[in-house]
């Protein structure tokens, strides 16, 4: 498994669900530069017949690292390729802790703005993820569990609530719902891109 569409990167090996190694690092850049080496200090340099990779929302730079990445392993080692939303895998992560419940995942977004999206009692989302200020994301979505690298401030700023401050971790990949799974690997940026073609 493979999640470095946040500032955090990982990377984990399962045997049916059995977690066999791992890493995690808060790295916020240089995600290039480590994950590769990352994978190749797991056993068997860390060679599996399923790989499962964050698809984002998140860092534009670390999605696109992590997807390369994946497809080329995949591609190497004739596995399986599958994507998942890094929202999924921080709401999936929440609902380990604190039980099936109601929660909004919140995640650092780009331009001062956040990627909020909201999640139903059974695990499902709600909406697609957005991007939105701060502001408006509190105004928006419930904080009585909120979930993500942002949830302390996304609690602080609502006045009220339950934080479960979190980032996207491979570690955690058997609490992700199998719906939460699609052999759709297209990067899931969380909003639109800041260039604009000339008019």
């Known amino acids: 498994m493979i999640d470095c569409a946040t500032p955090a990167c990982s990377v984990a090996l399962f045997e049916d669900e059995e977690l066999i190694s791992g890493t995690f690092e808060v790295l916020g850049r240089g995600h290039a530069e480590r994950l590769v080496p990352m994978i190749a200090d797991l056993p068997e340099r860390g060679r599996a017949s399923t790989i499962a990779v964050a698809r ?3 860092s534009f730079t670390g999605v696109r690292i992590g997807l390369a990445v994946a497809r080329s392993l995949a591609f190497a080692w004739g596995a399986t390729l599958q994507g998942y939303s890094t929202m999924a895998l921080v709401a999936a992560m ?3 802790q604190a039980g099936a419940q109601v929660l909004t ?3 650092e977004g780009g331009h001062g703005e956040w990627f909020v999206q909201g999640f139903a009692e059974d695990g499902s989302p709600q909406a697609e ?3 939105m200020r701060p502001e408006d994301a509190v105004a928006s979505f419930p904080a009585s569990l909120v979930a993500g690298s942002v949830a302390d401030r996304f609690v602080e700023l609502a006045g009220s609530g ?3 401050q979190t980032y996207s971790d491979a570690y955690a990949f058997p609490a992700l719902d199998q719906h939460a799974l699609s052999f759709e690997t297209a990067p899931i940026y969380g909003r639109a891109p800041d260039a604009r073609m000339p008019s």
């Open 56 to 58: 984002g929302p998140g």
């Open 94 to 96: 929440a609902r380990q």
């Open 105 to 107: 995942v919140a995640m």
């Open 129 to 131: 993820p957005v991007s």
């Open 162 to 164: 339950t934080a479960i």
